[in-house]
């Protein structure tokens, strides 16, 4: 292995390996202390916990059998979008609607998306439960080249699926990735 492929592969590592995602209530009676400059949200709407960056702004959403939840570097109620931010989306009682098991479904997803732009990272981290899909890619967003990242978690045992997207315009990806790693690295999913 060269040592661009060892450092690509230590970073991937260190940048998924450490996402938790065990429902918080069964890890902790309460949060870890956040990382400095973030603090932590708690849904309402019962997706999970997340790290959210001092100064950016929280949405969430129901509908059906799905929550949502949308932390972004810009205000979504002003301007009813974001450039950059996570959106969480949680779908409940999936064997309802849908002929496949959550964790297939994590497997199409993550191979439909690696193929609708420039793969940057395509792979699988192995669970103790859940495998985490993860794809990152380079993809055109109206007009605007941005690196969008892609996590998907079917959790077959508790028949939901978990979708978490990460994105920024491809030149503000660096100013970013520090947001990106700690928001994408330790999160709690709800029940």
Known sequence: MNFRKAVFFIFILFFVGGCRTTPAAQLYSGLPSPPHGFSWYESVNGVGSFLKPDGWFVKEESSGQTNAVFISKENIEASARFLTGMTVNQMNSWSDSNSSKPSQYAHEFA????????????????????????????????????????????????????????????????????????????????E
């Not at 978490?164 to 999913?189: D, H, K, T, V």
């Open 111 to 190: 191979k439909k998306i690696a193929s609708s732009g420039e793969v940057l990272i395509n792979t699988v981290i192995k669970g103790n439960q859940n495998d985490m899909h993860v794809v990152r890619l380079l993809s055109n967003n109206s007009g605007k080249a941005t690196i969008v990242h892609y996590l998907a978690i079917g959790m077959d045992s508790r028949d939901q699926l978990y979708l978490i997207i990460y994105e920024s315009p491809e030149p503000e990806w660096g100013a970013n990735e520090n947001n990106a790693r700690e928001m994408l690295n330790l999160f709690f999913l709800g």
